[in-house]
């Protein structure tokens, strides 16, 4: 069976263009169904081996989304093995996953981003610099986290200004950037990336103090570290920023499919959740405090 899931996940690389996190999630899943299926009953896998293992999930209290994500990733596993014509019946044929309701995304206020970027102009150092261009740019676009440390130097285009970005599928769009938002990001270019740099062929646009490209793990936790020194309540990661951005922009008054289209949403409905949040508050905040609506 570990020959297959290598297979398969080879499959969702090649031929789906499945990003590296997604697969990951596939590969920790499978695995899990693998070593439960290998204790009960070997190489055979039935609907049995499978109700068996999502009943062991709801006793040991897996939340009911992971439950449905781990359930989805079995399903595609069997989808893929009957195609290849290595099953003659689908043991996940009829399986119910669990209902879940669709949590609204998380979004923090103008205010807050504005004191979270007020937070970087207390540090001091080539660091501070690009941190704020990187919370700008992802606050200006609405990028995935992945999709902004993925950047290279080439990717930003300072006049008229805008960033390319490959998003998931590899597929590239464009995204516009604003005067002010981009100003941020060629200071850091001009003066802070620099310093930071320790080979001249390093073409990734963030780097961290050994000069590599940063990660998003390493984004991370500078995010928590401003939104701790900006006193922010709220939980605050890379893609609650995306969020924010989002919900801004359509608190504004600005068009779905603009918005989809920006960022890179393969379904209208991913987009129109974020009408669903606080619309009123969120457009009073965007008219006192956001640079694009004045």
């Not at 660091?127 to 999709?147: N, Q």
């Not at 920023?241 to 989809?260: K, N």
């Not at 890179?264 to 694009?292: C, D, F, K, M």
Request: contains cysteine.
């Amino acid at each position: 069976m570990q020959l297959d899931i290598e297979g398969f996940l080879g499959f969702l690389a090649t031929e789906k263009s499945f990003s590296k996190n997604t697969i990951a999630a596939y590969h920790n899943d499978l695995a899990q169904f693998s070593e439960f299926a290998e204790r009960q009953v070997g190489d055979t896998v039935d609907r049995e081996t499978v109700l068996s293992f999502v009943l062991d999930l709801k006793d040991k209290r897996y939340a009911a989304t992971t439950v449905a994500r781990k359930i989805a990733a079995i399903r595609s596993y069997f989808h893929y093995l009957l195609a290849k014509g290595e099953l003659r019946e689908d043991p996940t044929e009829d399986l119910d996953s669990p209902k879940i309701g669709r949590a609204l995304p998380h979004a923090i206020s103008v205010s807050e981003v504005d004191r979270l970027l007020a937070a970087t102009e207390e540090a001091s150092g080539p660091e501070s610099l690009r941190d704020r261009a990187m919370l700008e740019l992802l606050y200006a676009t609405g990028m995935r986290v992945t999709e902004l440390v993925s950047l290279d130097v080439d990717d930003i285009n300072l006049q008229p200004g805008n960033v390319r970005c490959s998003g998931r599928g590899g597929r590239e769009r464009i995204i516009p950037v604003s005067y002010d938002r981009m100003a941020a990001v060629e200071r850091y270019a001009q003066e802070a990336r620099p310093q930071l740099l320790r080979r001249p062929d390093q073409g990734a646009l963030f780097l961290n103090h050994r000069g590599e490209r940063l990660t998003r793990q390493g984004f991370w936790l500078i995010i928590k570290g401003y939104a701790k020194r900006a006193q922010i309540e709220s939980s605050i990661t890379p893609h609650v920023l995306r969020h924010s951005f989002a919900a801004h922009l359509i608190s504004s008054g600005a068009e779905l499919r603009a918005v989809q289209e920006i960022m890179g949403h393969a379904s209208i409905s991913s987009t129109q959740v974020y009408t669903q949040i606080n619309p009123e508050r969120l457009r009073r905040e965007w008219e006192r405090a956001h640079p694009l609506a004045r």
